[in-house]
């Protein structure tokens, strides 16, 4: 628009979101946060009420809209119209039989496969799912079998099941934990229902993998803990294994190998970017925030490098109103009096790496820069090593807990590493809310 014109006229210019105030607002749409009707009379539910309201009276008359109407059997003649133009049509309905009672079920995909070592089902199948999970399970494995994959919708976990080769797909979780030959379940769903189906899954009798964070507030962890301790009082326990992959990275062990044992003191830079505060990671009850639902990765990474549990935490940040924990230093004291400190920025340049660690022990120094790149050097001489594409770990990591499952050994990260961390980043949003070190109980 230009502005000389609307200057010299003064005119005013509205734009009016599609459905009113609260189109686009998460705050609005997701957590049913609602304005009040003395700030907005119309937003985006009331207008949709009203309409229907008008509709219902018969004030406002649709049925003008409808020029033909086709029974649900005959839906291939309604899209031979619109697609071939056979006469006008300006609303096309498709009527189903309202009385024929419902069965919901799976849909199979492919025929059921022999019973196996290991039966795969998933809950959650986004974007990283699909680019870093799936693609890691094993093909022509007879001992692993891909079952059944549910996500939120129909369509996406159908494309899911056929692009991957599961047996069936479903919209219910409920239908993947119940299913018998199911005995592994990979949870990649949001960060606010990992608690509960991790919960489930162990009560299942399911080996439980489950996309970082394990929970989101203390009593989602609690309650986990104490889940997985009775069933490990009864020698029932499954398998619990967070997706810490950046442990599992080939240049990682080599650091962890030629660091050798005792104290060090550690530094993790993570260039980690801006993200909007209006994106569901960022919201407390949905995401977690960034340190939750992000810095866990870290932590447990320094974790890995010294073999030691974090037990004191300090963090600090730039005060930001909009992205009050997006900017951080994390000081960490462990267990075997390892030290560590994670600077979590969200305010550099991409240009530069994203990750660069730094570990010092007994005279020996190892700078891990992006997962790329490794020197390490000590009295003796610089060990180097370089990969052509980044490696941080997830194929390896996918392979090593469906081996520990196939042979009945424990998973690759010990459950008290995984509390512990999950505590740490519990303590250190408590640490930037009140400026004190926070110690891990």
């Known amino acids: 628009f230009q502005r000389e014109h609307y200057y010299r006229k003064e005119l005013e210019l509205r734009m009016s979101c599609s459905y009113g105030p609260g189109r686009y607002d998460p705050q609005y749409e997701e957590l049913g946060i609602d304005y009040p009707a003395a700030y907005v009379r119309w937003t985006e539910r009331r207008n949709m009420a009203a309409f229907q309201d008008l509709v219902h009276s018969g004030r406002v008359d649709v049925d003008c809209l409808t020029t033909h109407e086709f029974a649900i059997e005959e839906a291939p003649r309604a899209y031979d119209l619109i697609l071939n133009r056979t006469e006008p049509f300006l609303g096309i309905l498709l009527r189903y039989d309202s009385d024929k009672p419902v069965m919901r079920q799976p849909i199979r995909i492919a025929p059921r496969k022999p019973a196996s070592a290991i039966g795969i089902g998933f809950i959650g199948a986004g974007s990283y799912a699909q680019s870093n999970l799936l ?62 189906y991790v919960v489930d899954a162990l009560n299942a009798g399911k080996h439980v993998f489950v996309e ?44 962890r190998q030629r660091l050798g044992s005792g104290p060090m003191s550690m530094i993790y830079r993570i260039n980690a970017g801006a993200v909007p505060a209006t994106h569901w990671t960022q919201h407390p009850s949905l995401g977690g925030g960034r340190v939750i639902g992000e810095v866990c990765h870290f932590i447990d990474f320094l974790t890995f490098l010294c073999g030691s549990v974090p037990v004191r935490v300090f963090a600090s940040a730039i005060p930001d109103p909009l992205h009050p924990a997006d900017t951080v230093s994390i000081n960490i004291e462990f267990a075997d009096n390892s030290i560590g400190s994670i600077c979590y920025y969200s305010n550099g340049s991409k240009a530069f790496d994203k990750e660069y660690v730094e570990a010092y022990s007994s005279g020996v120094t190892a700078i891990l820069r992006d997962f790329r790149k490794l020197e390490i050097a000590s009295t003796a001489r610089v060990f180097r090593k370089s990969l052509l594409t980044q490696d941080k770990g997830q194929s390896a990591m996918v392979a090593e807990f469906l081996s520990s499952v196939k ?30 070190p926070i110690s891990i109980v």
């Open 407 to 436: 042979n009945g050994r424990p998973a690759p990260i010990p459950f008290d590493e995984i509390r512990a961390v999950t505590s740490a980043t519990f303590a250190a949003v408590k640490s930037l809310a009140n400026h004190q």
């Open 135 to 196: 693609p890691n399970l094993p093909r022509n494995d007879a001992s692993v079998a891909c079952k059944g994959v549910a996500t939120n919708t129909g369509t996406t976990s159908r494309r899911v099941a056929e692009r991957f080769g599961f047996e069936y797909c479903t919209s219910s979780a409920a239908d993947i934990l119940a299913d018998p030959a199911v005995n592994t379940v990979f949870i990649a769903t949001r960060h606010d229902s990992h608690g509960q």
């Open 212 to 255: 970082k964070p394990l929970a989101l507030n203390e009593d989602e962890l609690s309650t986990i803990v104490d889940c997985y301790g009775n069933l490990a009082v009864r020698d029932a326990a499954p398998s619990l294994m967070v997706g810490f992959n950046r442990r599992f990275a080939p240049l990682a062990r080599a650091a």
